[in-house]
């Protein structure tokens, strides 16, 4: 049930931003890059690749952590990224339109709808994407492997400065999801994307009301500081020419995939079925208790 609701939940946000990305034309569905913690043992290797059901056709780099504070020292304290490159994934090429989706283990602090969000931003698209790690870590390292995996395997490059925003608005949001909750979080961004795309802003100071407006609609209260970098984040946003018409397009196509997804006969069967089965343990424990 659970993996079911992470799936939900990362429809609505696959496509929550558009930029632009060219296809390369070796880039065949299918093609498999491994992303490996510098920092593992050869013990830890071997184990993740056995998980990941590697084969000796996949290709495998490794990520240092040197890179994870490159691209997220920034914005993130040093003590949250940490001095050992652990997590890792797995990205395999998807067909065209598949989208982006993300499955997770032993990560801690970014979730599966956060990678979505900064791998879409960063210009990533149509992947199955597996992140994984020995043990619990944040899965900080995982995104910076992900990006170069992909760079690698469409040959493509990404440009800086969009590496950079896709993992400032990682820790916006993961900022944001500690104090605000989640789903609070996500919606908030991806409201402030919607009112973007209805109502073009042109100065920093229409934005901060903007944003303002928006999380007094969603009953959020934001501290003077997260409110400075929504409006820091979404400024640079803006001087990349993102076509916020695209962006609100294809928030409401996830969307209706959700609702087409959650009206489908065998999700609703399967949801009834784990409702029935919780409706009986529940009958069961009380039995137990008034006995």
Not at 3 to 29: G, R
Request: aromatic share 6%; with cysteine; glycine share 6%.
């Amino acid at each position: 049930m659970k993996s079911i609701w992470k799936k939900c939940l990362a429809l609505t946000l696959v496509f929550a931003l558009v930029l632009p990305v060219f296809a390369a034309a070796d880039a065949i569905p299918g093609d498999v890059i491994i992303t490996l913690g510098e920092d593992l043992s050869e013990t830890q290797k071997q184990s993740i690749l056995n998980e990941m059901g590697a084969t000796q056709d996949d290709t495998i780099i490794y990520v240092t952590n040197e890179e994870e504070h490159q691209y997220l020292g920034n914005y993130i304290s040093a003590s949250r990224i940490g001095t050992n490159a652990l997590s890792s994934s797995k990205i395999t090429l998807g067909e065209e339109g598949a989208g982006i989706a993300v499955e997770s283990n032993n990560i801690n602090w970014v979730s599966d709808e956060m990678y979505s969000n900064a791998l879409i931003t960063a210009g990533v698209e149509d992947a199955d994407i597996y992140i994984t790690a020995p043990i619990a870590v944040s899965g900080t390292a995982a995104l910076t492997g992900l990006i170069k995996a992909y760079e690698i395997a469409t040959e493509i490059e990404i440009p800086e400065e969009q590496k950079q925003i896709a993992n400032e608005e990682l820790i916006r949001t993961g900022e944001l999801s500690d104090s605000i909750g989640m789903e609070e979080a996500t919606e908030l961004m991806n409201r402030i994307k919607e009112e973007i795309a209805n109502n073009p802003v042109e100065t920093e100071e229409d934005l901060r009301e903007l944003i303002r407006r928006v999380a007094a609609e969603l009953g959020i209260t934001l501290t003077d500081e997260e409110l400075n970098g929504l409006v820091s984040l979404f400024m640079r946003m803006k001087d990349l020419n993102i076509d916020w018409s695209q962006v609100q397009d294809q928030i409401s196509r996830v969307r209706d995939n959700l609702d087409e997804f959650l009206n489908r006969e065998d999700t609703q069967g399967f949801i009834k079925n784990f409702l029935d089965l919780i409706n009986r343990l529940i009958d069961s424990l009380r039995g137990l208790f008034s006995s």
